[in-house]
């Protein structure tokens, strides 16, 4: 596959998914205090990308000459879902604006970018033992998405979109023990040929920097709120003025 192609097919679906984000937490926002968060949260949200994909185009991410080394990838994927993790946990405000479960669970539709892992694996660049669980599982989880999100409030939607979460989290958990396990280092278990390491190089490495840690975090949140978790809205903020309300 021409890099053209990729280009199209991973990076355009990335900025997709940055200004659908955007557009769900503004969406979302009910006082002044949520705005503020909503856009400081979008603007760290463009930044993380712009930095992962400098980083992905200097070849930070390819495979360390040190094979006893963890692998960058796998660092930036931990310190990716740490960060997020800690930010949902100590702002009240961001938390409340992902709780919409509908736009949650379409926001998945990215994981139809898994064709490209098929497609990159006819080719003969990703191994198969890989590209072939981790492709098929996100085109499952991206073709289904918007059906999913649909049922949401009708009978059984609820228990549907467990299913489908959970089913999102072990596709993800697998592509990401695949993709360590077929890739040089201290944690690589099968010597295939190729290997992952296409997976390092850009545009491909924004997937498992960048995309990954965004999806299963959804899928927490999601998840979270459907089991009936505490998530909570802040309270005791000052409402959004409405539009045609200011001067009065």
Known sequence: MSQTALFVFVVLPTVAVVAAMIYVMWSARTSARTAQVAIVASVALVAWGVVTTVLTLRGVYL??????????VGIELAISLAALTFFLVASPSLRSLLSNQRHLLRLNVWRLVGAVFLALMFAGQPPALWALPAGVG???????AVWVASRFDQPGGKGLAVAFNIFGLCDLVVAIGLGVTTSSGPAQLFHTTPTAEIMTRFPMALVPTYLVPLAFVLHIVSL?????????????EAPVPERGARGR
């Open 224 to 236: 979270w709120q459907i089991l009936g978790r505490a998530w909570g809205r802040p309270a005791l």
């Open 63 to 72: 495979p360390p000459q040190d094979l006893n080394r963890p692998p960058t």
């Open 138 to 144: 996100d085109l499952i989880v991206g073709s289904t």
